[in-house]
């Protein structure tokens, strides 16, 4: 029964120190730019069948860490992405100063939407924890 | 006395030389729109005129175009945006001449070019506006990457509205496509974007 005890109060220390630590360490990013490629084929993926989906419907962003928006057209053809026409080659780099939601309509989506919330700069504890548990149940909602 | 003016020369080079190296590695500049690179030309249209000419993009060379698509029944977005591209312009003072504010119908089967221009002139006299066949007018729409759809409206006397891309595009002094400006870009953001290609 002790120990029993003693595991769960060890489960409970190490979350709590996994919350603090998820909470206490800044978020970095190696590049402000959030970049997302067609890779060359799609446009023939997409052709035979294949469900390509390159863009999330809803981007998040973080002022002063990771603020611009970078799409870029590797295949051979003409595409639409996100709220754009890009040309084969062609890269488009779009810049945020202003935290809030913004909606593009975007018609390689199902919604015809694409969502870029943009957040105010990860400086709070409860800002980084929020961020981080954000993106683990973004990762989970995906799988 | 030689060895002096030598050594002169030789400092004012060794001095001189990180200024001509920061001059040839000047910053491309920080736009606040979208930048599209590398730059592609804007496709040309030639469309029926709201001033009652033939309205085309390849006649406005030389100025900045700011192209932005929507229709005259249309109730949130683009007065919003014409009544920005409005402010830009008075904003740019005496420079305004040198930009162009073009708005193409995506509903030609009410705008006409009367309409559109008794439209634009509420906003600001100089702006054009160009109407077509509907095959015409979604062909551009395609060639540009702007989506409009036709969905009934909530309000009975407009009986329908267009849901359409709300961005404006902005085109340099060479007719190349080089900014896409999100719906929402405040003013002088847009003022901004427009005096930097204005420079150009």
Redesign the interface.
């Given at each position: 029964m002790k120990s029993v005890r003693r595991a769960g109060l060890a489960v409970l220390a190490a979350s709590l120190g996994l919350v603090g630590l998820a909470a206490l360490v800044p978020v970095r990013f190696d590049s402000r730019e959030e970049l997302f490629e067609i890779p060359n084929g799609t446009w023939a993926r997409r052709r035979a069948g294949d469900n390509v989906e390159i863009l999330p419907s809803q981007i998040r962003l973080v002022l002063g860490a990771r603020d611009v928006l970078m799409l870029r057209n590797l295949d051979a053809v003409p595409q639409?992405f996100g709220?754009?026409?890009?040309?084969p080659?062609?890269?488009?780099?779009?810049?945020f100063?202003v935290a809030?939601e913004?909606q593009?309509?975007c018609?390689a989506h199902v919604s015809?939407q694409m969502t870029v919330v943009v957040e105010d700069a990860l400086t709070s504890p409860w800002s980084r924890l929020r961020w981080r548990t954000d993106g683990i149940l973004g990762s989970i909602s995906k799988l | 006395m030689h060895k002096i003016h030598r050594l002169t020369v030789l400092l004012a080079l060794l001095l001189s030389l990180p200024l001509a190296a920061a001059a040839s590695d000047e910053p491309s500049p920080d736009?606040?729109?979208?930048?599209?690179?590398?730059p592609?030309m804007a496709p040309d249209f030639a469309l029926d005129g709201s001033n009652g000419a033939a309205l085309t993009l390849s006649a406005h060379r030389g100025k900045v175009v700011a192209l932005a698509f929507g229709f005259t029944y249309c109730p949130r977005v683009c007065p919003v945006t014409l009544a920005k591209l409005a402010q830009v312009s008075t904003k740019l003072g005496p420079l305004a001449s040198e930009l162009q504010v073009l708005f193409v119908t995506v509903d030609p089967e009410r705008d006409t070019p009367a309409r559109l221009l008794e439209f634009l002139s509420f906003f600001n006299p100089a702006f054009l506006g160009g109407t077509g066949e509907k095959a015409k007018l979604e062909a551009l729409r395609q060639?540009?990457?702007v989506?409009a759809?036709r969905v009934v409206s909530d309000n009975a006397k407009l009986g329908y509205e267009m849901?359409?891309?709300?961005?404006i595009y902005l085109i340099d002094r060479e007719g190349k496509l080089r900014l896409?400006v999100?719906f929402?870009k405040s003013v002088d953001?847009i003022l901004h974007d427009v005096q930097l290609l204005l420079k150009k």
């Open positions: 639409i709220p754009t026409l890009l040309m080659g062609q890269s488009f780099r779009l810049p100063e809030s913004y593009f309509a018609s015809g | 736009f606040k729109s979208g930048v599209f690179d590398p592609r060639a540009y990457g989506s759809t849901h359409h891309s709300a961005s896409l999100p929402g953001d």
